[in-house]
């Protein structure tokens, strides 16, 4: 039996030995933490299950499912959550990636100024592999978006390139490594995106669909209170992940939305005006990776227009994510600029802040979600009472801020 499972296991009977605040017994402000399924979130809620009463929404990123020892435990034991709180199924989304290195588990390395071609391989093709010099990607139309003068991202910001040619070879020169070394160690498997163009994929992947079918067929859609989907730019790409929930699995309960694309956040009035979903989720982490990067000071602005057009709408909202990051490890404590950016994205006007890394593997999880749940309730009663002002609308408009122009 697997240390995951056991965990498992370990929780639920904590859960049968102590009393949680059932649902409806809660009370805002603990309503306002949203943390995600993982290792460390079980393992705090084994030590002390009174840890739900401070949360109001349990997410699920189906992004690991597949690594999931045993789908049965699991479903058993977020049945059991689900007495005390709302369960989250948080689709992967098509994730575009560049192919494994053939350089190893090191990776492959790759300097300032050095120039690669970058052209589309098929999974299962035998020349998928990226070697010196080329960049194997797994969707057509990352190349084909690509235009001179673009910037390529790698590995969630680790390292940028910009694009020298396009036409019989796409070639990029790498510009800017983060860490700011000269050599950066590009490992396989890793996140590319064009910064500010739309690829026009697919946002349900077949990856979701199975974890659609575990919600569905394991863990059972009356256990699950919502769907969320990812990776969409369009009013087009919603109506087409509605429908494969509604039509084809029959799924009754709420659709939410994580808008992390540029061209997401700009249509968030059309999509919103479609009336299909009760939550949209500003996803601030891949967004500022893909959206200009002039247009990152900009962000708490975008924050306002964003949560402003959910409230016009009725809809519920989410604020993601990375607030407490820095107590991902035992030794650190939270950071000044974490709680001023929590403070500040409280003035935007979401409903819920949510915690990511920091509740699902990180070290100080259960200190992470009693910190949030803290500050955002002393946040609640300064802007009650008018000692903190909420942020106004800014003069200019989302494509001007996101410089979609």
Not at 132 to 140: D, E, I, N, Q, R
Not at 175 to 182: D, N, Y
Request: glycine share 6%.
């Amino acid at each position: 039996m697997s240390d995951v499972t056991l965990l498992y296991q370990d929780a639920l009977e904590s859960v049968k030995h102590s009393s949680p605040l059932k649902r409806e017994e809660k009370t805002i402000p603990e309503q306002y933490i949203v943390a995600t399924h993982g290792p460390a979130l079980t393992k705090a809620v084994k030590e002390d299950p009174t840890i739900l009463n401070n949360i109001g929404i349990y997410r699920v990123n189906c992004s690991h499912i597949g690594k999931e020892p045993n789908l049965e435990i699991l479903a058993e034991y977020l049945r059991t959550i689900h007495k005390f709180v709302p369960i989250l199924i948080d689709l992967q989304w098509p994730k575009p990636r560049i192919h494994e290195t053939m350089a190893g588990a090191g990776g492959m390395p790759v300097k300032i100024g050095d120039r690669l071609e970058v052209e589309y391989a098929p999974g299962d093709s035998e020349d998928r592999f990226c070697t010196p010099g080329k960049l194997k990607v797994c969707f057509p139309e990352i190349v084909e978006v690509m235009q001179v003068g673009d910037t390529v991202i790698f590995d969630d910001g680790k390292m940028s390139a910009i694009v020298r040619e396009v036409g019989e070879k796409h070639v990029i020169e790498c510009s800017e490594i983060l860490s700011g070394e000269e050599t950066f160690i590009l490992g396989g498997r890793k996140w590319i995106c064009v910064r500010n163009r739309p690829l026009g994929i697919d946002c349900i992947t077949d990856h979701d669909r199975k974890s659609i079918e575990f919600a569905r067929d394991i863990l059972g859609f009356e256990w699950v209170d919502n769907v969320m989907v990812s990776y969409f730019s369009t009013t087009e790409d919603i109506e087409h992940f509605v429908k494969i929930m509604r039509e084809e699995y029959g799924y009754k309960g709420n659709l939410w939305g994580k808008f992390e694309t540029p061209y997401a956040v700009y249509n968030i009035d059309k999509i919103l005006d479609l009336n299909y979903l009760t939550l949209a989720m500003f996803g601030r982490g891949d967004l500022r990776v893909e959206m200009d990067s002039r247009a990152v000071s900009n962000m708490h602005d975008i924050q306002v227009h964003f949560f402003d057009s959910c409230r016009k709408h009725s809809v519920e909202s989410i604020c993601a994510t990375g607030f407490l990051e820095s107590m991902l490890t035992p030794e650190w404590k939270v950071t000044p600029e974490e709680i001023y950016d929590m403070e500040t994205s409280m003035t935007t006007r979401p409903h819920h802040l949510m915690l990511s890394g920091e509740s699902t593997y990180g070290a100080q999880a259960a200190e992470c979600i009693k910190l949030e749940c803290s500050y955002q309730k002393t946040m609640m009663e300064s802007l009650a009472t008018g000692k903190v002002a909420y942020r106004s609308t800014p003069d200019l408009e989302l494509g001007e801020l996101l410089y979609i122009l």
